[in-house]
């Protein structure tokens, strides 16, 4: 009985589909044709318009269907990308809460207090920037009152930006490492090679190129591109581990050796409000 009805509804479908088309056929007809009275045009109009919306509406359902089913599997796949990007979060902070851990238990068992990583930070605002020096300098609203002392390093909360060479009680002026003044930029860095860490200092900047430059490198272990730049915390009061920027090309001497290597900075220098002073606690 139920296939019956099934059958019977689907020869109604299909002979409703061809009075449709058949309708539209007859429409045009009349409509191209100039004798045809209005009356009969626009009843002619009306009954195209009829099946078309009959015609329409299960197509127009089916296209949001599929529209529907294309936004879901892009929500999907949007959501797999942010659970890896979590998971990949989550495990790196395991680590270096594992690496923190560990680090105090060694520095217990060698009656250590302090070392070259240790370091706390004191965050402040720009307060000056003038245009006449906006790459060399800029001054923030904290001083000796806060515990700032001359050649701390400062920071942005991506990278290194420079380093304090003038503190009075409320302000200190900080000295930027694209000063182009190259006796300005001798911050003591490492390379962190997968051959081994390799030391250097900072030794000038190019504002056309936004690069820093990195010189004195005595290491024969390889560099490449990409290698991560931290201070070494090797002169000065700057601590060890803080970010300075990445490696964007070596130029090697005669001997096939690095002499020089770009780095491009952490650290967005022309957009700077708020920074940190990072206090060494060595």
Do not use: C
């Not at 302090?114 to 605002?125: C, H, P, Q, Y």
């Not at 990278?159 to 302000?171: M, P, T, Y």
């Not at 300005?184 to 090679?193: D, E, G, K, M, V």
Request: cysteine-free; glycine content about 8%.
């Amino acid at each position: 009985m139920q296939r019956f009805f099934f059958n019977k509804r689907l020869v109604i479908i299909l002979i409703t589909l061809i009075i449709g088309f058949s309708l539209i056929a007859f429409s045009i007809v009349i409509r191209n044709n100039r004798k045809t009275p209005t009356v009969v045009q626009q009843v002619g109009n009306s009954a195209v318009g009829v099946v078309n919306q009959v015609v329409g509406a299960p197509i127009n359902g089916i296209k949001a269907v599929g529209d529907s089913i294309s936004e879901l599997l892009n929500t999907y796949s949007e959501n797999q990308q942010l659970k890896k990007q979590v998971d990949s979060l989550a495990t790196e902070k395991v680590r270096n809460q594992t690496l923190t851990s560990e680090n105090k238990k060694l520095k217990t068992e060698l009656k250590l207090k302090n070392s070259l990583t240790d370091f706390s930070l004191v965050s402040a605002s720009v307060v000056s920037r003038a245009p006449s020096s906006w790459q060399n300098q800029l001054v923030i609203n904290k001083g000796s009152l806060s515990g700032i002392k001359k050649n701390q390093a400062v920071v942005s909360q991506h990278g290194l930006i420079g380093r304090i060479v003038e503190v009075s009680a409320a302000s200190s002026k900080v000295e930027l490492i694209s000063n182009d003044d190259s006796s300005s930029n001798q911050f003591a860095t490492q390379i962190l090679s997968d051959s081994g860490n390799i030391n250097g200092l900072i030794t000038g900047y190019s504002k056309s190129t936004n690069l820093l430059t990195m010189g004195q490198i005595t290491s024969q272990k390889k560099i490449k591109k990409g290698d991560r730049v931290i201070t070494s915390g090797l002169g000065g009061n700057s601590p060890e581990g803080l970010y300075v920027g990445r490696v964007t090309k070596v130029e090697k001497d005669d001997y096939g050796l690095a002499s020089k290597v770009f780095i491009k900075p952490a650290a967005d220098l022309s957009d700077l409000e708020v920074v940190s002073v990072a206090k060494r606690t060595d």
